[in-house]
């Protein structure tokens, strides 16, 4: 049986003493930790004035700022207008080799119409025009060596109804001067008028005789009209015909 000294007893009590102390400072909350250390205890919030709290939420609006309506457009569909009578007067078709450009400018057709007030349907997708080639690698016995091409073109078509036709070209010199690359466009137009429509264009003709009268003046054939009446009595007078062979006669 060990008997342990009372300086052995003081040693094992002081390690305990201190493995206690360890594990209770570990489990402590770290709340407690800034009641211990006056230095780190939280301050209590400032009270500011209501005017600077309103000067701050403004200064928050003013950089939280909301992009113009016409920019938010660009990430939705293009706007439309309704046709009231449905009258189609222009379809306009898109041919491009590649999906992404023709339904690009599709999409920036409809946006050009829209700001033009022109009601518009589309874009409707045309059946593909599919075009295959079969050409020869090389020539005599090497014939059987071949290689195939196709090429596929993508169609949209877009229509305009109930359109003034001054506006229809407006817009489609827009889309023609604002072009993007690799589309071709084609596009028929049709123009209504009404009833007795041959009386005004007679009286349109008359006004562009009137106004192409003066200009007809500067060409050389209205200057030289009686260039032939002169050469027919030159020819017919007595000194040419004691000079010719033959006499003239008249046809």
Same mark, same amino acid.
């Given at each position: @049986?060990?008997?342990?000294?009372?300086?052995?007893?003081?040693?094992?009590?002081?390690?305990?003493?201190?493995a206690t102390t360890f594990s209770t400072s570990?489990?402590?909350?770290? /709340?407690? /930790?800034?009641?211990?250390?006056?230095?780190i205890l939280p301050t209590p919030p400032s009270q500011e004035a209501p005017e600077d709290i309103q000067a701050q939420q403004a200064g928050q609006d003013s950089l939280d700022l909301r992009?113009?309506?016409s920019v938010q457009a660009i990430y939705l569909r293009?706007? *439309?207008?309704? /046709? *009231?009578?449905?009258?189609?007067?222009?379809d306009l078709q898109l041919r491009s080799y590649s999906v992404r450009n023709v339904?690009?400018?599709a999409d920036f057709a409809l946006r050009a119409a829209y700001y033009l007030?022109?009601? +518009? /349907?589309?874009?409707?997708?045309?059946?593909r025009i599919t075009e295959r080639w079969t050409v020869p690698r090389?020539?005599?016995?090497?014939?059987?060596s071949q290689e195939n091409f196709e090429r596929i073109t993508l169609r949209r078509l877009i229509q305009i109804q109930d359109g003034h036709p001054e506006i229809v070209e407006i817009w489609l010199a827009f889309l023609r001067k604002h072009a993007y690359y690799g589309i071709g466009m084609k596009a028929n137009v049709w123009e209504h008028e009404k009833l007795g429509v041959g009386k005004t264009m007679d009286v349109s003709l008359e006004n562009v005789k009137q106004v192409l009268e003066p200009k007809w003046v500067h060409f050389?054939?209205?200057?030289?009209?009686?260039?032939?009446?002169?050469? @027919?009595?030159?020819?017919?007078?007595?000194?040419?015909?004691?000079?010719?062979? +033959?006499?003239?006669?008249?046809v």
């Open positions: @049986m060990l008997i342990s000294q009372p300086w052995q007893r003081s040693v094992v009590t002081r390690i305990s003493i201190l570990r489990l402590r909350p770290q /709340a407690d /930790a800034h009641f211990d250390n006056p230095s992009l113009p309506r293009p706007l *439309k207008r309704q /046709a *009231k009578y449905g009258v189609p007067t222009c339904e690009f400018f007030n022109l009601p +518009a /349907a589309g874009p409707i997708p045309l059946p090389s020539n005599f016995i090497h014939k059987k050389g054939r209205k200057k030289n009209m009686g260039t032939g009446e002169k050469i @027919m009595d030159l020819m017919g007078s007595e000194r040419f015909r004691q000079t010719s062979d +033959a006499p003239l006669s008249e």
